[in-house]
């Protein structure tokens, strides 16, 4: 019985198509064999090399750079990258068997990195001295048992304005007011208050309010009562309290020193 060659041939190319199918794994790729890559590699284009070069080079420039989209954006890496590109470091340098992309980064910077790094340095500092000056904005109630800490060793870096008080004494009160005021404008000062018996034993009342202003470990004045904290109208109020406290150092202020000047 003689066979018909079309349907011959026609089931060799079904045959074919199907092998081809089998080739493939699930997610459509195209495996090759340990023995075809060996063939490649060495200019023989053997197996599915001999059908399909183009697709499985793309999958292996894919494989390559599978998790290029997945790395840290770095910009410094970018602009040393152009410039090598350019050719614009030694070409020594560029050579050198141990020097990388990340060492010419680290080692080398344009005039205008210097510049910038230059500004972002003194804007750092200046910001650290900035968080430093306005560490404190409120008066706060301390024990006297912590007297030594928050008042004589605290004084070595910041002023630190106490005021010995007594509970439900209006004086006390009044000035109390007027220093959670000041507290909350002038940061770099650290103010608190205690009960004065507390911090000095037999504190006698009718000193009260007094003020103690502590500077490098040292008191530097004491004020008692309201009397030297009063304006001329007799009156306290925080401009007047001001006043008194850029007199003695504690506060500096443009306004008050061109006053003084006049």
């Known amino acids: 019985m003689k066979t018909n060659a079309c349907s011959v041939k026609g089931r060799r190319g079904r045959g074919v198509a199907a092998a081809k199918m089998a ?7 195209i495996r090759t064999t340990e023995w075809e890559d060996i063939q490649y590699s060495h200019g023989n284009k053997v197996g599915k090399y001999a059908t399909n070069e183009l697709e499985i080079l793309a999958q292996k420039i894919a494989d390559k750079n599978i998790n290029a989209c997945l790395k840290a954006y770095d910009p410094n890496e970018e602009r040393v990258r152009d410039k090598l590109e350019r050719c614009g470091y030694d070409t020594e340098l560029q050579l050198g068997e141990s020097n990388t992309e990340d060492t010419i980064a680290d080692n080398i910077l344009d005039d205008d990195d210097e510049a910038l790094l230059a500004l972002r340095r003194k804007r750092m500092a200046e910001l650290r001295k ?18 030594m800490t928050e008042v004589t060793e605290a004084s070595a870096a910041h002023w630190v304005v106490v005021l010995l008080i007594k509970p439900g004494n209006g004086d006390c009160e009044a000035l109390l007011s007027v220093m959670r005021v000041l507290a909350q404008r002038h940061r770099s000062v650290k103010f608190i208050s205690m009960i004065s018996t507390e911090a000095i034993k037999n504190f006698p009342e009718r000193h009260l309010p007094c003020v103690l202003l502590y500077n ?10 309201l009397t030297p904290w009063r304006a001329k109208d007799r009156q306290i109020s925080v401009d007047s309290v001001e006043r008194v406290l850029h007199r003695y150092g504690v506060l500096t202020s443009e306004e008050f020193d061109a006053e003084e000047e006049d």
């Open 130 to 147: 900035e968080q430093e000056s306005q560490r404190f904005g409120l008066l706060r109630h301390v024990p006297g048992s912590d007297y």
């Open 23 to 29: 080739e493939r794994t699930a997610d459509q790729r």
């Open 216 to 225: 490098g470990k040292k008191l530097q004045q004491q004020l008692t009562e």
